[in-house]
C-alpha cells in the first residue's frame, strides 16, 4: 500500500475518531506506547513466564497463559491465581501520550483488552466516564461482568450505560478490583454463551451499533483474540480497521481479517499514533 493510500486512511480514522463514529479497540500491546511499560507482562507468553516463576506448573504449558492458570487454579486454589495476577500488574502503568488522547475524545467507548491501568490513568479527573469489567464466573456466579464509576466504586449498570464514555474490559482488569478472566476454565464459561451474547454488556451493544472499530496494539494470532473481537463487533456498523505489519501477518490473521472486513493500515503503531495526535490534538485542545 503507498505512503499516499495510508495517508488517506489515516485521515479517515482520525475523522472517525474524532466525530465519534470509530470505536478504539486497544490490544495489549497498545500500552507499549509507553516505553516503561514493558517491565509488565503483557504478552501471553510474558505472563505464562511470570505465573510459572511463582507457582510450580508442568514445563509442556508454562508458555501457555490460560492452561498456566488452570494448573494454579487446580491445586494451589482460586485465590492464589488472582494474588499472583494482582502482583503481576500491581505496578501502576505509565499513561501513553494516545490514551490521554483518547480520553480526552471522550468517545462513546473504548475497548481495552489489557489487564493494566493506563486507560484508567488517562481518564483520571474525568468524572463522566464509567468500566464494566469481565469477570470470573469461579468468583461472580450471578453475572458476567461488573460495572464501576469513574472513582472506581461499584455502579449499577444502567448507572454505567448513563455515562458519556464506557470503558469497555472484556477481560477484566487488576483495578479497581482485581477482576480476571484468565484460566481455561473462565474462557470455557465465557465461550460457551459469547456466541448467543449473553456476556456481552447491553449498554456495549447499543453503543457499538452505529459505529465501526479501529484496532490499535491488536494482533490476532490466537483463536481467543479473535473470538472476542469478532464478538464485540457482531452487529457493529463498521467501517473497521486495524493497524498491523502487513508483512507479518499469519494465514489465520489474513482469514479474519477479510472475514471481518477490517481495513489494515500497515504502517507502525508508534507513528499512527503520532499521526493522529497531530491530527486531533487541535479538536480536542
Not at 511499560?37 to 509442556?60: H, I, Y
Request: charge should be neutral.
Amino acid at each position: 500500500m503507498g505512503a499516499d493510500s495510508t495517508d488517506g486512511l489515516l485521515a479517515t480514522v482520525a475523522d472517525g475518531l474524532g466525530s465519534g463514529a470509530l470505536i478504539p479497540y486497544l490490544g495489549a500491546e497498545a500500552v507499549l506506547l509507553a516505553p516503561a511499560n514493558a517491565a509488565l507482562p503483557l504478552a501471553p507468553e510474558a505472563l505464562a513466564a511470570f505465573l510459572s516463576k511463582r507457582a510450580t506448573v508442568p514445563s509442556r504449558i508454562r508458555r501457555n497463559p490460560t492452561a498456566t492458570a488452570q494448573y494454579i487454579e487446580n491445586f494451589r486454589h482460586r485465590k492464589t491465581l488472582r494474588k499472583l495476577m494482582l502482583e503481576a500488574f500491581a505496578t501502576p502503568a505509565e499513561v501513553p501520550a494516545f490514551y490521554r488522547l483518547l480520553a480526552r475524545l471522550a468517545p462513546s467507548m473504548v475497548v481495552d483488552t489489557g489487564y493494566d491501568t493506563a486507560l484508567a490513568g488517562a481518564f483520571a479527573g474525568n468524572s463522566d466516564w464509567a468500566q464494566i469489567q469481565g469477570v470470573s464466573r469461579a468468583e461472580v456466579r450471578e453475572g458476567w461482568y461488573l460495572c464501576y464509576d469513574a472513582a472506581g466504586a461499584p455502579l449499577p449498570e444502567a448507572g454505567a450505560a448513563a455515562c458519556r464514555t464506557l470503558v469497555y474490559k472484556p477481560l477484566g482488569g487488576v483495578q479497581p478490583a482485581g477482576n480476571f478472566i484468565i484460566s481455561d476454565s473462565d474462557f470455557v464459561e465465557v465461550l460457551t454463551e459469547i456466541d448467543i451474547q449473553t456476556p456481552i454488556p447491553e449498554a456495549v451493544k447499543s453503543r457499538r451499533a452505529s459505529r465501526g472499530f479501529v484496532f490499535f496494539g491488536c494482533r490476532f494470532r490466537d483463536q481467543l483474540t479473535r473470538t472476542y473481537a469478532r464478538q464485540v463487533m457482531k452487529r457493529s456498523a463498521g467501517p473497521h480497521f486495524a493497524v498491523l505489519p502487513a508483512a507479518e501477518l499469519t494465514r489465520n490473521e489474513l482469514r479474519f481479517i477479510a472475514e471481518q472486513g477490517i481495513t489494515v493500515i500497515d504502517r507502525p503503531l508508534a507513528e499512527v499514533a503520532a499521526a493522529l495526535e497531530a491530527a486531533l490534538d487541535c479538536a480536542v485542545a
